[in-house]
């Protein structure tokens, strides 16, 4: 029972990990456009792989990996130092994409946005300057904001449980 929020959260990175891996190797339509973008796998067809772009990859499959390993080993410290680059990275997408559309975007985060958002798929609406998160990110949000919870909540129970007294 103490493994069930752990397991959910190794869950959610799995999704997150291969939804990352998705957007980058396939061309979804507005869903991921952004101007310039060449798809992975178009890469790989037309011979014009680059290595840091498969490095950049195997860097977001690192997280889940190491995750999976800790949760396999039983060790909590590595799953707290998961959950830490998670929280970093759910702190970014506030930073990048919730505080501009929340109080307004500056007017360089609007030359950035026009330029390399405008045409990809929006849930929220845009008012004003206050420019709404695409689609794909507003995903990676919600799957982050599961995977910090659950392992936060899982890491604490376990060490809940660690603290107090043993029946005899």
Same mark, same amino acid.
């Not at 995750?67 to 830490?84: E, K």
């Given at each position: ?7 959910? +959260? ?32 178009? +890469? ?7 290595w ?8 977001? $499959?690192?997280?889940f ?9 039983r ?11 998670? =929280?970093?990275?759910i702190? $970014?997408?506030?930073?990048t ?23 990809? =798929? ?15 990110? $507003?995903?990676?949000?919600?799957? $982050?904001?599961?995977?910090?919870? +659950? =392992? ?11 603290? +107090?007294?043993?029946?005899?």
């Amino acid at each position: 029972m103490l493994m069930k929020y752990l397991r959910i +959260s190794l869950v959610f990175q799995l999704l997150l990990a291969i939804y990352f891996q998705l957007i980058n190797w396939f061309s979804l339509g507005s869903w991921n456009y952004q101007p310039g973008f060449v798809p992975m796998f178009n +890469s790989v067809n037309s011979g014009k792989i680059q290595w840091g772009d498969i490095a950049i990859l195997g860097v977001f $499959l690192l997280p889940f990996l190491l995750f999976f390993l800790a949760y396999w080993r039983r060790w909590n410290w590595l799953m707290w130092v998961g959950a830490i680059g998670y =929280t970093i990275w759910i702190y $970014l997408q506030i930073q990048t994409w919730w505080i501009p559309y929340l109080f307004g975007a500056s007017e360089q985060w609007q030359k950035i946005y026009h330029r390399v958002f405008a045409y990809s =798929t929006k849930i929220l609406p845009s008012i004003g300057n206050h420019l709404a998160p695409d689609a794909m990110h $507003l995903a990676i949000q919600l799957l $982050l904001i599961i995977i910090v919870t +659950s =392992t936060i909540i899982g890491l604490s129970q376990i060490q809940r449980n660690k603290k +107090s007294p043993k029946p005899e």
